[in-house]
């Protein structure tokens, strides 16, 4: 059999599984009615609307200043689809895979097309998604910015994207998901990660959608020998539900992974969320934390798991919310699993309201109640983002100004 057969055969086998896998309901989070749904963006398709305004919202310059590279997708199609630096290629995940036939050793390889019907809905139904690249030994210093917008009022939107950071690379990406302010719909999000031997990745994922929104994203990541990866997700807005559990496979020996979730949870949303590290090479490192505010009638389960299964690894979980009325309620889960016997693994979690001592301080000091608030609200939320790069730092550091204010 011919390597180009080889190919067929597996793309094949893996259309089989996901159409086996078309009604399978996620293990954990609400389900969603995809009869409800469209699959055809119809006529208003490519309309912008307040795109500028959102995506800005969500840390996107649609003039591309500043940025290695921009991808632009509203709704199915890609409006915007460049970059700046011969080291990096940004291009959709359509003609990726015409152009580059190697692209399919990472096709679904960070995760399972059949882990639920959402991840079988983004190979049956797929609607796009981006190719992002650093090349072998490159240091790319500006960030690569990824918009995905959905525009068209109960469409489901069902993108893959990959992302591939190769041996020796630096590559820092900002992806700003976001819709108008008032739309019903479904986003699917698959993302595959793998970052290479020596290499490094930066990945700063906000959301900002709407309070009708079912959100689904499905995320893998493979690190390598010595490969680091650093995540931060910021949720803006409330949205109707949103299920999410990236999955890192620190694969290499000595790779490190850290990563951050802060979840503003208002309204009636739902969230379950929460960051899964898989410690197999040894002396691999992971710290998973996850700060989380709730008010109004929000529910947020926050997860965390961390399996060692290699020789030396570490990892930490550290979950923590504040909850600001009764109506709303945390779950935090925290998880650890012992598979080799030369580990150190460890947790803390702690929900509760807001310190009435720290809100007297502020008082005392000139601020008024709301502004008392917000500032506790607002170091609650700091995360350490000296180690990132100035732009994406800046960029998180505004986001959570923005939300603070908000509640």
């Given at each position: 059999?011919?390597p180009?057969?080889?190919v067929k055969?597996?793309?094949r086998k893996i259309?089989e599984r996901?159409?086996?896998?078309v009604?399978?309901?996620?293990d954990?989070?609400?389900d969603?009615?995809?009869?409800k749904?469209r699959?055809e963006p119809?006529p208003e398709e490519?309309a912008?609307?307040?795109?500028a305004?959102?995506?800005?919202?969500?840390?996107?310059d649609?003039?591309?200043?500043?940025?290695a590279?921009?991808y632009?997708?509203?709704?199915?199609?890609?409006?915007?689809d460049?970059?700046t630096?011969?080291n990096?290629?940004v291009?959709s995940?359509?003609?990726a895979?015409?152009?580059?036939?190697?692209?399919?050793d990472y096709?679904?390889?960070?995760m399972d097309?059949?882990?639920?019907?959402?991840?079988?809905?983004?190979?049956?139904r797929?609607?796009?998604?981006?190719?992002?690249?650093a090349?072998?030994?490159?240091k790319?210093?500006?960030?690569v910015?990824?918009?995905?917008?959905?525009?068209t009022?109960?469409?489901?939107?069902?993108?893959?994207?990959?992302?591939?950071?190769?041996?020796?690379?630096?590559l820092?990406?900002?992806?700003?998901c976001?819709?108008p302010v008032?739309?019903e719909?479904?986003?699917?999000?698959?993302?595959?990660l793998?970052v290479?031997r020596?290499?490094?990745?930066?990945?700063t994922?906000?959301?900002?959608?709407?309070?009708?929104m079912d959100?689904r994203?499905?995320?893998?990541?493979?690190?390598?020998?010595?490969a680091?990866?650093?995540?931060?997700?910021?949720n803006?807005?409330?949205v109707?539900?949103?299920q999410?559990a990236p999955v890192?496979?620190?694969?290499?020996?000595n790779s490190k992974?850290s990563?951050?979730s802060?979840?503003?949870a208002?309204d009636?949303?739902?969230?379950d969320?929460?960051?899964t590290?898989y410690?197999?090479?040894?002396?691999?490192?992971?710290e998973?934390?996850?700060k989380?505010?709730?008010?109004?009638?929000?529910?947020?389960?926050?997860r965390?798991?961390?399996?060692?299964?290699g020789?030396?690894v570490?990892?930490?979980l550290?979950?923590r919310?504040?909850i600001?009325?009764?109506a709303a309620?945390?779950?935090?889960?925290?998880q650890?699993e012992?598979k080799?016997?030369?580990l150190?693994l460890?947790?803390?979690?702690?929900?509760?309201?807001?310190a009435?001592?720290?809100i007297y301080?502020l008082?005392?000091?000139?601020f008024?109640?709301?502004?008392?608030v917000?500032?506790?609200?607002?170091?609650?939320?700091?995360?350490?983002?000296?180690?990132f790069p100035?732009?994406?730092?800046?960029?998180?550091?505004?986001?959570?100004?923005?939300i603070?204010?908000?509640?």
């Amino acid at each position: 059999m011919s390597p180009g057969e080889d190919v067929k055969d597996r793309l094949r086998k893996i259309k089989e599984r996901a159409k086996d896998a078309v009604s399978k309901t996620p293990d954990v989070g609400p389900d969603v009615d995809l009869s409800k749904l469209r699959f055809e963006p119809g006529p208003e398709e490519g309309a912008t609307g307040d795109l500028a305004e959102r995506a800005s919202s969500v840390g996107i310059d649609m003039s591309g200043k500043g940025r290695a590279g921009t991808y632009v997708q509203i709704d199915y199609s890609a409006m915007v689809d460049r970059m700046t630096s011969g080291n990096v290629e940004v291009m959709s995940i359509s003609r990726a895979i015409d152009t580059y036939d190697w692209l399919t050793d990472y096709y679904w390889r960070a995760m399972d097309v059949d882990v639920d019907k959402f991840a079988a809905l983004a190979e049956l139904r797929g609607s796009g998604g981006y190719f992002i690249r650093a090349r072998r030994g490159a240091k790319v210093e500006l960030p690569v910015q990824a918009c995905l917008y959905l525009r068209t009022p109960n469409l489901a939107q069902n993108v893959h994207n990959i992302v591939v950071v190769e041996e020796g690379a630096e590559l820092h990406v900002i992806t700003g998901c976001a819709s108008p302010v008032t739309i019903e719909g479904l986003h699917v999000g698959v993302s595959e990660l793998y970052v290479k031997r020596d290499a490094s990745l930066t990945f700063t994922m906000i959301h900002g959608w709407s309070n009708e929104m079912d959100v689904r994203p499905r995320t893998g990541v493979v690190l390598e020998e010595n490969a680091s990866f650093k995540s931060v997700y910021v949720n803006l807005n409330p949205v109707k539900s949103l299920q999410s559990a990236p999955v890192v496979y620190l694969n290499g020996p000595n790779s490190k992974a850290s990563l951050i979730s802060i979840i503003a949870a208002s309204d009636r949303s739902y969230f379950d969320v929460g960051n899964t590290a898989y410690l197999r090479g040894r002396g691999s490192r992971a710290e998973i934390t996850s700060k989380v505010v709730a008010k109004d009638e929000a529910r947020v389960i926050s997860r965390g798991s961390i399996v060692g299964e290699g020789e030396g690894v570490k990892g930490h979980l550290d979950c923590r919310g504040i909850i600001l009325n009764p109506a709303a309620t945390i779950l935090a889960i925290p998880q650890l699993e012992a598979k080799a016997k030369d580990l150190e693994l460890s947790h803390e979690a702690a929900v509760g309201k807001i310190a009435e001592e720290e809100i007297y301080y502020l008082l005392a000091r000139g601020f008024d109640e709301e502004e008392a608030v917000s500032t506790v609200i607002r170091g609650f939320m700091d995360v350490d983002v000296k180690d990132f790069p100035p732009a994406l730092a800046a960029q998180v550091e505004k986001t959570l100004d923005i939300i603070a204010k908000s509640l």
